[in-house]
């Protein structure tokens, strides 16, 4: 498996694989034709379907400012690498075809053309959670500890520029107010919800706090704000909402937020190499589903949970987001997206409580689940897998 920076990508939104992937692949075509004249873009299948709504044409002209960019809308050709393709074409001033490239976005800000060329270098030896708890009961380690002796310690520079940003991201959120951008003009909700906690005690306020967290950079990526995928843009509000309300709650040090942090990306990395993360592939089980599996982990080992335990509290987070479907309204990282960071999120604090009450024990291994929510995806019709051509994306309204 990869790094788990590739987890974690510091970017603006509002979507992972709409806007941070198209983008990446305009600037490497730029480069590889610098020279050109005119440029013409054409979007495919689940990229083309919302692309509109999550501004992925802006994205892509942006980068190729100032040449000409002609973006050609192709929803209902699907290429058979992934939902997500595009095709990138350089002209001269003749409009003579300078070179084209076909790519994909294929969930987190990754692109790949499938050709093996330029991919991110693999680093795991283990690529299933069974196999890794079993060399780390042999070893006597933890979870962060593999990863801090897979990736070494610089590792950590990383992970705190990711916790300083998804801190900054909750600050900026709970702070601003108004509507967000988009036609559906809906209105922020996470300063109102984070005032509301300071008058609540206990369970309650904690709740309301997560809720508010979550909301916060949620709406920040709407707005396109500076956020950390975690897994993806759509799914940004779960992590930090969760590792934040438990670090003010113990006064837990950032030195232990950071191997919660390494955790919860080498989770996410299990679902990345054997399912997905992607919503136009699997729909929103691959990212809010994994997002509540990454945070249940990390909450997990924060309260003290042993490896099984941790395990445990991430099988749940994806088990019950089982058949999650991708459908957000005109195309928006909005309805029902930023509602679900925060519903994840608190279910995630509810998985890790769960799993501490037990000793790790139980009968659906997190493998399975990952197995399972991969063929749940396949199976589910592509009208569900961010095409916004059903479920609440057509009856929104």
Same mark, same amino acid.
């Given at each position: ?70 973006? !050609?809308?192709?929803?209902? /050709? ?6 997500? &393709?595009? +095709?990138? *074409?350089?002209?001269?001033? #003749? ?78 959120? !709970?702070?601003?107010?108004? /509507? ?6 809906? &209105?922020? +909700?996470? *300063?109102?919800?984070?005032? #509301? ?91 809010? &589903? ?100 059903? &479920? ?6």
């Amino acid at each position: 498996m990869e790094s788990i920076k590739e987890i974690f990508r510091i970017g603006t939104g509002p979507s992972s694989s709409h806007t941070m992937g198209p983008a990446k692949a305009a600037y490497q075509f730029r480069k590889n034709y610098p020279k050109a004249d005119y440029y013409k873009v054409t979007l495919y299948g689940s990229l083309a379907a919302t692309g509109k709504g999550h501004m992925t044409d802006k994205a892509v002209i942006d980068v190729l400012y100032p040449v000409k960019t002609e973006i !050609i809308w192709e929803p209902d /050709t699907f290429l058979p690498q992934h939902p997500n &393709g595009m +095709k990138f *074409s350089a002209f001269n001033s #003749r409009f003579v075809e300078l070179g084209n490239w076909t790519v994909f976005s294929t969930g987190g800000g990754k692109i790949t053309d499938f050709s093996g060329v330029s991919e991110p270098e693999r680093i795991y030896i283990h690529t299933k959670m069974n196999d890794l708890l079993k060399f780390l009961d042999e070893q006597g380690r933890t979870i962060w500890e593999y990863v801090e002796d897979t990736e070494g310690s610089d590792i950590y520079e990383y992970l705190a520029e990711v916790w300083k940003t998804m801190k900054s991201a909750v600050k900026r959120g !709970i702070e601003q107010e108004g /509507t967000l951008p988009g036609g559906l003009k809906l &209105g922020r +909700k996470a *300063s109102s919800y984070f005032m #509301r906690a300071r008058s609540f005690t206990g369970i309650q306020k904690n709740r309301t706090l997560t809720f508010s967290y979550a909301l916060a950079v949620s709406e920040e990526n709407a707005a396109c704000g500076t956020i950390v995928t975690a897994p993806t843009c759509g799914s940004c509000g779960v992590l930090p909402a969760v590792l934040k309300v438990i670090a003010d709650s113990y006064n837990i040090p950032d030195k232990r937020i950071l191997r919660a942090i390494a955790t919860a990306g080498l989770i996410g990395n299990f679902v990345k190499e054997n399912a997905s993360i992607s919503g136009a592939e699997v729909g929103c089980q691959g990212e809010v &589903g994994t997002a509540c599996a990454m945070a249940a982990g990390a909450a997990a080992q924060l309260l003290g949970g042993t490896p099984q335990q941790i395990e445990y509290a991430a099988e749940m987070g994806m088990e019950h987001h089982l058949g999650l479907t991708c459908d957000p309204i005109a195309g928006l990282v909005q309805v029902p997206c930023i509602e679900r960071n925060a519903f994840a999120a608190e279910r995630a604090l509810n998985c890790a409580t769960y799993a501490m009450l037990s000793d790790g024990r139980h009968l659906v291994s997190f493998d399975k689940i990952v197995k399972t929510m991969k063929q749940t995806g396949v199976d589910m019709p592509s009208i569900y897998r961010e095409t916004s051509e059903g &479920g609440l994306a057509i009856m929104g309204d």
